[in-house]
């Protein structure tokens, strides 16, 4: 239940929205995230952008998201960016990648241990030590940014919340790999 808080608390999309994505309504969701000021609204709605083809639509409601406060969403927002830029066909440069890592570690920084998982993906091939200035000068960056948009919005600026569960999810992932479906805590979908 503790994990299943956090993720409530930094706006991650549960897995029934994210498998019914496709039916959730985009005026609602604009709605949502322009008048309720809705974090985990922008995030289902540049999600949806995103798989609609709407590319511009799904890096600004993912950009809203991020400001305010959603880790999930400054996950997507960093893979999106530079996806859109290398094209959906086309292979990452390293310059790209280290930028994506960047815009991860940044959601690591601030408590969420899982992404990990996607930092490693994206280093795969990359020099890390030839990239590790230029990651550390774009992680304060985002950080220096987030910070002064939170505050130019009224919101709280980003504070590290480390997601719980850490040492069982390590165990889940050095496990051998198991098609059985393990749930660790339930959670409700607050946009259907």
């Excluded at 949502?32 to 890096?59: E, N």
């Amino acid at each position: 239940m503790e994990e299943a808080a956090w993720l409530d608390r930094h706006h991650y999309p549960t897995v029934q929205e994210l498998a019914g994505l496709s039916e959730l309504s985009v005026d609602d969701l604009l709605r949502g995230m322009r008048d309720d000021r809705d974090p985990k609204a922008a995030v289902l709605l540049g999600l949806r952008k995103a798989k609609d083809g709407d590319d511009s639509g799904a890096l600004a409601a993912l950009s809203v998201s991020t400001s305010r406060g959603s880790l999930y969403g400054r996950e997507q927002l960093a893979i999106a960016v530079v996806e859109r830029t290398a094209g959906r066909a086309g292979t990452l440069s390293a310059d790209q990648r280290a930028s994506i890592i960047s815009g991860l570690e940044v959601a690591e920084m601030l408590g969420d241990h899982r992404a990990a998982p996607l930092i490693n993906r994206y280093a795969i091939g990359l020099d890390r030590q030839a990239y590790a200035d230029a990651i550390q000068l774009q992680k304060t960056e985002y950080l220096r940014q987030a910070k002064a948009e939170a505050e130019s919005l009224g919101y709280p600026e980003p504070k590290q919340d480390l997601r719980p569960n850490a040492a069982l999810w390590k165990q889940i992932d050095e496990a051998p790999a198991s098609a059985r479906m393990i749930r660790i805590y339930p959670r409700r979908p607050s946009h259907q």
